[in-house]
T-cell receptor, first 115, second 116 residues
Framework: AQKITQTQPGMFVQEKEAVTLDCTYDTSDPSYGLFWYKQPSSGEMIFLIYQGSYDQQNATEGRYSLNFQKARKSANLVISASQLGDSAMYFC????????????FGKGTRLHILP | DTEVTQTPKHLVMGMTNKKSLKCEQHMGHRAMYWYKQKAKKPPELMFVYSYEKLSINESVPSRFSPECPNSSLLNLHLHALQPEDSALYLCASEEVSGGAAKNIQYFGAGTRLSVL
């Protein structure tokens, strides 16, 4: 069964430090996509970064980078120089053809940035 | 512009009321989605529309009725809801292309629904 695992229910990080949010996935489809979304308390799901299974390089978007380790089926999100506004729930997600291309979300990690 | 607009932002309704949630996007996306999200849980897929036709219904109770009147608009009609239907309802849209695994879904801010 395809699934996404986020093992950190909550994290507390000092402002300006780097943060790594863990995500592992499981799929038998060689073609899949991995996504990270941020959800502040306001509710909006904000797309952060995408990594394709065939991409040779790790994806980066500003302060966000995805540490993609295909053999380990790991897709950790790294936030550099964290800011107070990074406090939010973060969801790792995957989609592949084995589930009709539906997005599967992990349970999320609640990130708290401390001043 | 990756904006998906949902209205209203908040809705309180009784179990006998009829109400509708609205979702709009002007990105030319031809796939639109409704998700339900309970507190501290990930979103759960409810419905998928592709080219204005319902393609996926995740066994959602009939008290939820989706409608896609045109390529930019998605509605969710609510009738005779239960208190356990109280949740954040999120709309999303994406461009339909050959490689679905790489399509990015863009979400709205959601409607917080309370059923009394």
């Amino acid at each position: 069964a395809q699934k996404i695992t986020q093992t950190q229910p909550g994290m507390f990080v000092q402002e300006k430090e780097a943060v790594t949010l863990d995500c592992t996935y499981d799929t038998s489809d060689p073609s899949y996509g991995l996504f990270w979304y941020k959800q502040p308390s306001s509710g909006e799901m904000i797309f952060l970064i995408y990594q394709g299974s065939y991409d040779q390089q790790n994806a980066t978007e500003g302060r966000y980078s995805l540490n993609f380790q295909k053999a380990r089926k790991s897709a950790n999100l790294v936030i550099s120089a964290s800011q107070l506004g990074d406090s939010a729930m973060y969801f790792c997600a995957m989609r592949d053809r084995n589930r009709d291309d539906k997005i599967i979300f992990g349970k999320g990690t609640r990130l708290h940035i401390l001043p | 512009d990756t904006e998906v607009t949902q209205t209203p932002k908040h809705l309180v309704m009784g179990m006998t009321n009829k109400k509708s949630l609205k979702c709009e996007q002007h990105m030319g996306h031809r796939a639109m989605y409704w998700y339900k999200q309970k507190a501290k849980k990930p979103p759960e897929l409810m419905f998928v529309y592709s080219y204005e036709k319902l393609s996926i219904n995740e066994s959602v109770p009939s008290r939820f009725s989706p409608e896609c009147p045109n390529s930019s608009l998605l509605n969710l009609h609510l009738h005779a809801l239960q208190p356990e239907d109280s949740a954040l309802y999120l709309c999303a849209s994406e461009e339909v292309s050959g490689g679905a695994a790489k399509n990015i879904q863009y979400f709205g801010a959601g409607t917080r629904l309370s059923v009394l």
